[in-house]
């Protein structure tokens, strides 16, 4: 079984400099998971640049979690719109080539 990159929640936090709760407003958004191992929080290190970008959202440009979550459901959904296109393109190649 694969062991899982965790990293503490409260040390995130510390690093940069945020109070857990916004990462616990972030988890009730839906934004990021939360682990808890041993009633300790814990962040999947593969979140990590979500979750500064996330930071980036809300501390530099100033907009509010609602707005944070918006943006990131649409660049997730571009993201998997590019995914299906390359898929597409790709199969369309392969037909092209016969």
Excluded at 17 to 23: A, G, K, N, P, Y
Excluded at 61 to 86: P, S, T, Y
């Amino acid at each position: 079984m694969m062991k899982e990159k965790l990293i503490p929640a409260v040390e995130f936090c510390t690093s940069h400099q945020v109070e857990f709760s916004f990462i616990h407003s972030l988890h009730e958004f839906g934004l990021i998971e939360i682990i808890e191992v041993k009633q300790t929080p814990f962040l999947h290190l593969e979140e990590l640049p979500k979750l500064e970008q996330i930071l980036l959202f809300n501390k530099e440009l100033e907009i509010n979690l609602e707005g944070v979550e918006v943006i990131i459901r649409l660049l997730e959904r571009v993201n998997q719109i590019q995914n299906e296109m390359n898929i597409l393109k790709n199969r369309l190649k392969l037909y092209e080539n016969l």
